[in-house]
């Protein structure tokens, strides 16, 4: 439904945007995720037609919206801030986009109560958006950009705004009003727990380019590069020295390899302790160690100046895994991941 084909955009001196593509299904949910600065927030601004691109095209349902105004698109956009009129109520903020397009008063008030059904906010009606909780004014610029049944929905950021416990609770919510409404959405978020929570694929910017995109379990299991793996949380990359016909060479040892990585994933599943004198395991020290409540997790040191984080089970007080303690660590070869970059 909305295709991406090498899109750029520029500033004077900078380039912000570099041959973005993207292809987005009907229905589909995409989660757009990436740092602070990294060209989320200018993708969407471009596709709205709130900026113009340096080159490339944007099309939607196979038709390019180049010199169509922000307007025609029918595209519906949620910012991080809500955006909303502080001096209007819940009912006028959600019609205002109606009224504005001249759709009759009684086909308006038909729409309105659909939303806030959907929305859960039935009650309002009348309620300034000032005296409103920010979960609350979050369902009502909701409601306002789902008014005109736009064909694509964009998110920008936004639960951002709001403390953790509630963003977790509406973050359900949204899911349920994104899916009962078969409405194709981009979805744009620094934190991937929401993006994994949410979407059916994810594209992952860094700047200004999209380095990988697949579903949420392709992003975990197999990220590409080692921003991607750092950004996903991942703390244990091993720097490659060289490759060496299909070893790559590492501080920590040989492992095969193909191609030619610049860095090994060590996942959490491929790191276990270990007996000491069993074959190919790693002899560290426990330099730190942090209770969690159902496990530890130990910064472990290697000799070769590598530090190494893994967790184990907290039972009885695990002596054994108190700073200073030398243990065995086995590493699982065939968890391993290649990284590029």
Do not use: C, W
């Not at 750029?8 to 995720?33: C, M």
């Not at 998110?155 to 709001?162: I, K, N, R, S, T």
């Not at 007996?275 to 910064?299: C, K």
């Amino acid at each position: 439904m909305l295709s991406i084909r090498s899109l750029a955009f520029a500033i004077p001196g900078r380039t912000i945007l570099h041959d973005i593509d993207l292809e987005i299904a009907r229905g589909e949910i995409v989660a757009l995720i990436g740092p602070s600065g990294s060209g989320k927030s200018t993708l969407l601004r471009l596709i709205a037609g709130l900026e113009r691109p340096s080159s490339g095209d944007i099309l939607l349902d196979g038709e390019s919206l180049a010199g169509v105004p922000p307007h025609a698109r029918n595209i519906g956009l949620m910012f991080q801030d809500y955006a909303l009129f502080p001096h209007l109520n819940v009912t006028q903020n959600i019609l205002f986009g109606l009224k504005m397009h001249g759709l009759p008063r009684a086909d308006r008030h038909k729409r309105l109560d659909e939303l806030l059904a959907l929305v859960n906010l039935r009650g309002f009606e009348r309620r300034r958006v000032t005296h409103l909780s920010g979960g609350e004014q979050q369902r009502v610029a909701l409601a306002r950009s789902l008014a005109p049944q736009p064909r694509l929905l964009m998110l920008d950021e936004p639960l951002g705004a709001l403390d953790a416990a509630l963003r977790q609770r509406l973050l359900g919510d949204l899911k349920a009003i994104l899916r009962s409404l078969q409405l194709t959405t981009l979805y744009v978020t620094h934190d991937q727990a929401e993006a994994f929570d949410i979407a059916d694929r994810i594209a992952v910017i860094n700047a200004g380019r999209i380095e990988q995109i697949g579903t949420p379990e392709a992003i975990y299991r197999h990220p590409r590069t080692v921003f991607i793996a750092r950004f996903l949380g991942f703390t244990n990359i091993l720097p490659v020295e060289r490759v060496d016909h299909g070893l790559a060479i590492t501080p920590l040892g040989d492992y095969a390899v193909e191609g030619k990585p610049t860095a090994l994933l060590l996942t959490p599943g491929s790191l276990s302790l270990a007996d000491q004198s069993a074959d190919r395991v790693l002899e560290v020290r426990v330099a730190d160690r942090v209770f969690t409540g159902e496990s530890y997790r130990l910064r472990l040191q290697h000799a070769s100046g590598m530090t190494l984080e893994v967790s184990a089970p907290a039972q009885n007080g695990r002596q054994e895994l108190t700073p200073g303690t030398t243990l065995g660590l086995k590493i699982d070869e065939q968890q391993i991941v290649a990284l590029e970059g």
